[in-house]
């Protein structure tokens, strides 16, 4: 946000502060350590919020849980905007020094009453007025989400529709105060650090910056190509018109991770060439021309990785990959000695001196001072640098240092995959406390709370359908149809439907989700599909 | 983001200038308090234990019950000291320091009780996977056989080890009822509170509501009781299966600290390594992130990089050697 991709604050900051929302986050299944530091926050005073359709686990732990209907989170957001100005409560000063853009957003939000939302998103206006109360009204106040707002078709306007709430209340840039996005994998945040995105070089440097780039060419002795370069969901697109034709995918499992499954099988089983670099074969690789067996990163490689709160830590490597299976440094080393470049033989920490070499945000951290501080988190400029414990302190800087952070005016819009007649249900997927993502991981150790993938439905639907507890149940979307078990969850109300994709061989939870994306982000609306389920009249085999 | 752009939106192309280093505010650094150990002059900040004076003064101190991480409950009492002007031994871990205080950590009435403390617990339980407090004993000359011995014992707790899942193990036989493990199960650490003491007198133990199995109770396997258990009675399934077949060799264990594998938090883990196969995973108490504890998937969830058929436990020598081969 404001120019770098990184959440605003500390852990520490969380167990400090005096208001904490979590906003379409179950942190207590999902981020379990992370919960201990929320749970300290709770017991050092701080009040807690959680926007999530579920009664989640976490959502039991909140003074006040704000149950929303999936896909409105604009609405909520502009609603809590528009109070915290009827009510006077805008930090009016930081308003005017630090941000830009206000009178637009204020005009965007005056749509949005307390009635409206209550109308849209199914949250009492009573406990909107006191979300936007306490919110502004806080000394200090974290707004914290996951996946609930990411998953998205319009993801990114869910975030910006976030932010305008803490630009509103002067709630980042200090110490306390911050915007915290939690990631949902142990480098997904180093990973876009590094530039492992269309747009960027490492350390967010601009692909279409000419200096910055020519930084890079000059280090590398090569051209860059100076345009940004495809999405995930435009690779995509990019298959089906036939302008993709290979692709080398390295640690990921798209055939069983992304929405509307059985598009995204026909379309990578049509590439020309497909390597794939996993510890498994998993769904991807088995259709891959080449794989090729890698080590695990955490375990069996040398490097860094990048936490939520930017922190950058050594990985260590405690044993050796199996024989046959490599480093992925290794295999990437391999290739470009192949291709002719004369790499040599792979130094994790010289690679992380060329890094720091380049990118001024990672310029401090030697991995002498990382191992002596455990960790620093980015910014960290040069070796006398702490690291920034929180981000944007130049906002309350007299004067101002840099742009100011921008207002958005982001239109609301609902869910693509719409309810009707014939789908009345919405299904939302998300996580459960021992399992990820597509179970790659996960499924191989013994854990007591894993059971069969069920459909979880509201006990008051399941009685509407006349189903039992663990019947197998017909479920479709307008993309594909799968079977599974029944569960009844009090946490759903009726007419929310929750699966996971953890069990992709048990129940193919992606063949229903919708792959609408987001055009900015490219992620899909996994969060909102809309199903219909049906009991299965005749059983099937001879059970 | 050009549909709704801000027109005074900075250019995302244009790095964002470095801005001051944001003002962390300091912890309050608490006024000193001096005090004497063993007639040496210490000073510790206000709101120090009597322990942190003893650590100052660089005096070993014996603790079963107190760990960095947790709030003492001071229910052990081999921490005892002696404190000038108290008519009883206090307990070390949790009595805060007060200017002028003297305390004695070596007197004769000192080591008495912390022997007879260790005696007591090592009569009634077995000690056998509890390195430290067996070394507190050796230090102490404790002699637990002098409450009897063979059929003339002394009542213990001995009772079946408890083994309902495939993660951990409760052996309560081992078990001097620090409450570690309830705190860390409850609000130190996991707040989940799936066990808590039950009885009174001799027959408390740490139990689940109504002495379900843990399979039925509260329990979300995030092991946090396992790391803070000081004896043993609390073990990783794959630990107890190595001691079993007489696998599990501390002294040929390597430890690498790394970070976790799944959600970005990231936790450090340490590994614990022998022959080359992980055993076991902890976390340093020191770490900021994790003061020790993990979740289900930190603490169990390495088997993918080595459980090549699936399910095999590392104590198994023979399935061992064959994935190795």
């Not at chain 1, 965007?108 to 109360?133: D, I, K, M, S, W």
């Not at chain 2, 709704?4 to 309050?28: Q, S, Y």
């Not at chain 2, 130190?188 to 039925?216: C, H, K, M, W």
Request: proline fraction near 6%; hydrophobic fraction near 35%; include cysteine.
């Amino acid at each position: 946000m404001f120019g770098v991709g990184g959440g605003t604050s500390s852990y520490r900051e969380i167990e400090e502060t005096d208001v904490i929302l979590l906003w379409g986050s179950n942190a207590r299944e999902t981020h379990p350590i992370f919960f201990h530091h929320v749970l300290q926050g709770a017991r050092n005073g701080a009040r807690m919020f959680v926007v999530d359709p579920r009664r989640t686990s976490s959502a039991q732990w909140a003074d006040r849980w704000l149950g929303i209907d999936v896909g409105t989170d604009i609405t909520l957001a502009h609603a809590v905007g528009r109070e915290i100005l009827a009510a006077g409560l805008e930090n009016r000063e930081f308003i005017e020094r630090a941000t830009s853009g206000f009178e637009t957003y204020r005009e965007c939000v005056q749509p949005f009453t307390l009635e409206y939302a209550e109308r849209e998103t199914g949250v009492p206006a009573e406990a909107v007025r006191e979300l936007a109360h306490d919110y502004a009204r806080a000394g200090r106040a974290q707004l914290c989400w996951t996946l609930g707002i990411t998953e998205h078709h319009n993801a990114v306007d869910n975030v910006l529709a976030l932010i305008n709430l803490a630009l509103l209340t002067g709630h980042v840039g200090r110490w306390g105060s911050g915007l915290c996005p939690i990631r949902g994998q142990n480098n997904v945040q180093g990973s876009g650090d590094m530039g492992a995105l269309p747009d960027r070089l490492p350390g967010f440097q601009h692909v279409e910056n000419d200096a910055l780039r020519a930084k890079f060419e000059r280090a590398w002795g090569c051209a860059i190509p100076p345009k940004r370069g495809w999405r995930l969901n435009e690779m995509f697109d990019a298959m089906e018109r036939g302008d993709l034709t290979a692709a080398y995918v390295l640690g990921e499992n798209p055939v069983s991770s992304e929405a509307d499954k059985n598009r995204i099988l026909g379309l990578m089983q049509g590439l020309e060439c497909l390597v794939v670099q996993d510890l498994f074969l998993t769904q991807t690789a088995e259709i891959a021309d080449v794989v090729l067996p890698a080590g695990a990163g955490w375990s069996e490689s040398e490097g860094t990785v990048t936490s939520s709160e930017r922190k950058v830590q050594r990985m260590r490597r405690a044993t050796a990959p199996p024989e046959g299976a490599k480093d992925d440094l290794e295999i990437l080393f391999a290739i470009a000695n192949a291709l002719g470049a004369a790499w040599g033989r792979p130094d994790p920490e010289a690679l992380w001196n060329e890094l720091r070499s380049l990118s001024p945000m990672h310029g401090g951290m030697s991995y002498e001072r990382l191992e002596r501080l455990g960790g620093i988190r980015w910014p960290c400029y040069d070796e006398s640098h702490p690291g920034e414990q929180f981000l944007h302190s130049r906002l309350w800087a007299d004067p101002l240092i840099g742009p100011r952070a921008p207002f958005s005016a982001v239109e609301d819009s609902r869910a693509v995959d719409k309810l009707n007649a014939e789908y009345p249900i919405r299904l939302t997927t998300g996580r459960r406390l021992d399992s990820y993502n597509t179970g790659v991981q996960s499924a191989l150790f013994p854990s007591p709370l894993r059971r069969e993938e069920t459909l979880d439905l509201s006990p008051e639907d399941g009685e509407r359908l006349a189903l039992q507890e663990y019947e197998r149940v017909m479920v479709r979307s307008r993309r594909g149809a799968v079977t599974a078990p029944v569960r009844f969850d009090p946490g759903l109300r009726p007419g929310l439907a929750f699966m996971t994709p953890h069990f992709p061989d048990q129940v193919d939870t992606n063949k229903l989700t919708i792959d609408a994306v987001d055009p900015k982000s490219g992620t899909a609306e996994f969060k909102a599909t809309a199903i219909r389920v049906d009991k299965i009249e005749a059983p099937l085999g001879g059970d | 983001m050009e549909t709704n752009a801000n027109p005074d939106a900075p250019d995302l192309k244009i790095p964002v200038p470095r801005g001051p280093v944001p003002d962390v505010p300091r912890r309050e650094r608490a006024a000193a308090v001096e005090m004497t150990v063993d007639g040496r002059a210490v000073a510790v900040p206000a709101g120090a234990t009597l322990l942190d004076a003893c650590r100052q003064a660089g005096v070993e101190t014996p603790t079963l019950c107190y760990l960095e991480n947790l709030t003492p409950v001071n229910v052990c009492r081999v921490c005892v000291v002696e404190l000038e002007g108290s008519r009883t031994l206090v307990p070390a871990c949790s009595r805060k320091a007060e200017a002028g205080m003297s305390v004695r950590t070596d007197s004769e009435r000192v080591r008495l009780s912390r022997r007879m403390v260790l005696e007591f617990l090592a009569s009634a339980t077995d000690v056998s996977t509890a390195p430290e407090l067996r070394g507190y004993m050796t230090e102490y000359g404790a002699a637990p056989d002098r409450y009897g011995n063979g059929s003339e014992r002394a009542a213990t707790v001995a009772q079946p080890v408890k083994i309902d899942n495939d993660l951990y193990i409760r052996d309560y036989s081992k078990c001097i009822l620090c409450y570690k493990c309830v705190e860390a199960c409850g609000e130190d650490a996991q707040n989940t509170f799936a066990i808590a003491v039950a009885g009174r007198g001799f027959d408390a133990e740490i139990s689940t509501e109504y002495d379900v199995p843990l399979t039925e109770s509260a329990c979300v396997y995030c092991g946090n009781c396992i790391g803070v258990c000081p004896t043993g009675a609390l073990m990783s399934k794959t630990e107890r299966d190595m001691r079993e077949a007489g696998s599990w060799d501390e002294a040929r264990q390597e430890r690498t600290d790394t970070i976790c594998p799944y959600c970005g938090v990231g936790c450090t883990l340490t590994v614990h390594t022998q022959e080359k196969r992980i055993v076991k995973v902890s976390s340093p108490l020191d770490q900021e992130v994790t003061r020790g504890h993990l979740c289900i998937k930190g603490r169990f969830g390495w088997q993918f990089v080595q459980n090549i058929d699936g399910g095999q436990s590392p104590g198994d020598e023979r399935a061992a050697s064959e994935n190795d081969a």
